[in-house]
């Protein structure tokens, strides 16, 4: 008579069970690139759903307008497209469609972030343009040169101002911060435009020569903290770090549209850098390495 198999035996099974479908990668429907435009993407970025951080999924998305590509920051007053982002300062570079500068002036609604975002203004000068009145509670009167600059522009006849319009229309707003409705309130302080200045190149004069736009801020959350290992290893075998909902676990998404909670080299990754959801054979290197160890020991505990 067989002599019923040790209490060890049926917990080994369940162990092996767990982490083999744990790390067993699956097809996916995610679409996810390495890319948008001209823009190398990284955690915590993602171009859509399910890439990326968890936290920063809801406001950045990648578009196409059919040939280009374009990176988005969405917000509860517009979407902002981003033209640059510096994943060793933590910062990115966005351009307004209502923003002025010195070739194109217009009229502005105002400019606004998400209170709950994990985005907050870094280092921008704002320039309110065609005012009816001069804040003194934010306007910095020692950068009224910055005004005369903008204000030799050509184009602000599109505002509605004459050539070489006075200085008391325009006030310079630095450092520029945003209302506790998270907004420029460009109609609040009674302007109709605003300009926005990331750096003012050689010659602080010369409008010709600025780099427009607005620079943020952004802070990983415990999420980005957590998983920063696990996407570094994800994304050096050619994987891209995104989650997987309800949960938000964290997962890797590998070229031929697989998901999977470790990384991607362990898979054939001879395809382009598109990620597709059209799976080859799923094949899981664990179930190979860990089915003879295990069959090793059941054998020795029978």
């Given at each position: 008579m067989a002599l019923?198999?040790p209490p060890l035996?049926?917990?080994l099974?369940?162990l092996?069970m767990?982490l083999?479908?744990?790390?067993?990668?699956?097809?996916s429907?995610?679409v996810?690139h390495?890319?948008?435009?001209?823009?190398?993407i990284?955690?915590?970025f993602?171009t859509?759903?399910g890439?990326?951080?968890?936290?920063?999924?809801?406001?950045?998305?990648?578009?196409?307008?059919?040939?280009?590509?374009?990176l988005?920051?969405?917000t509860?007053?517009?979407?902002?497209?981003?033209?640059?982002?510096?994943?060793?300062?933590s910062?990115?570079?966005l351009t307004?469609?209502?923003?002025?500068?010195?070739?194109?002036?217009?009229?502005?609604?105002?400019?606004?972030?998400?209170?709950?975002?994990p985005f907050?203004i870094s280092s921008?000068?704002?320039?309110?343009?065609?005012c009816?009145?001069k804040?003194?509670t934010?306007?910095?009167?020692?950068f009224?040169?910055?005004?005369a600059?903008?204000?030799?522009?050509?184009e602000?006849?599109?505002?509605g101002l004459p050539?070489f319009p006075?200085?008391?229309t325009?006030?310079?707003?630095t450092?520029?911060?945003?209302?506790?409705?998270?907004e420029?309130?460009v109609?609040?302080y009674?302007?109709g435009g605003y300009?926005?200045?990331?750096?003012?190149?050689?010659?602080p004069?010369?409008p010709?020569h600025?780099v427009?736009?607005?620079?943020?801020?952004?802070t990983?959350g415990?999420?980005?903290?957590?998983v920063?290992t696990?996407?570094?290893?994800c994304?050096?075998?050619?994987?891209?770090c995104?989650?997987a909902p309800p949960?938000?676990?964290?997962v890797?998404?590998?070229k031929g549209?697989?998901?999977?909670s470790?990384?991607?080299?362990?898979?054939?990754q001879?395809?382009?850098?598109?990620?597709?959801?059209v799976?080859?054979?799923?094949?899981?290197?664990?179930?190979?390495?860990w089915?003879?160890?295990?069959?090793g020991?059941i054998?020795?505990?029978?």
């Open positions: 019923p198999p035996l049926p917990f099974i369940n092996f767990i083999l479908l744990a790390s067993t990668p699956t097809a429907t995610t996810c390495d890319t948008c435009g001209s823009i190398q990284k955690y915590p993602g859509g759903p890439c990326g951080s968890p936290l920063f999924n809801p406001y950045i998305t990648c578009i196409s307008n059919g040939t280009l590509d374009q988005i920051l969405k509860h007053t517009s979407s902002y497209p981003i033209t640059s982002i510096s994943y060793t300062t910062t990115l570079i307004p469609p209502c923003m002025s500068t010195c070739t194109t002036m217009q009229t502005s609604s105002n400019f606004g972030l998400d209170l709950t975002s907050q921008s000068t704002f320039i309110l343009l065609s009816q009145r804040s003194s934010i306007c910095d009167t020692s009224d040169y910055l005004c600059s903008i204000y030799s522009c050509p602000v006849v599109s505002l050539l006075p200085t008391n325009c006030c310079v707003y450092p520029g911060n945003l209302d506790g409705e998270g420029l309130n109609k609040g009674d302007c300009t926005s200045v990331v750096s003012l190149g050689d010659n004069t010369d010709t600025w427009y736009g607005v620079a943020l801020k952004y990983h415990a999420f980005d903290n957590f920063t696990k996407c570094t290893s994304e050096s075998s050619g994987g891209i995104g989650f949960g938000n676990g964290f890797c998404v590998c549209g697989y998901n999977t470790l990384d991607c080299s362990s898979y054939n001879n395809q382009d850098f598109l990620w597709d959801s799976p080859p054979p799923l094949k899981s290197s664990l179930g190979n390495v089915s003879p160890i295990l069959a020991i054998l020795s505990l029978v």
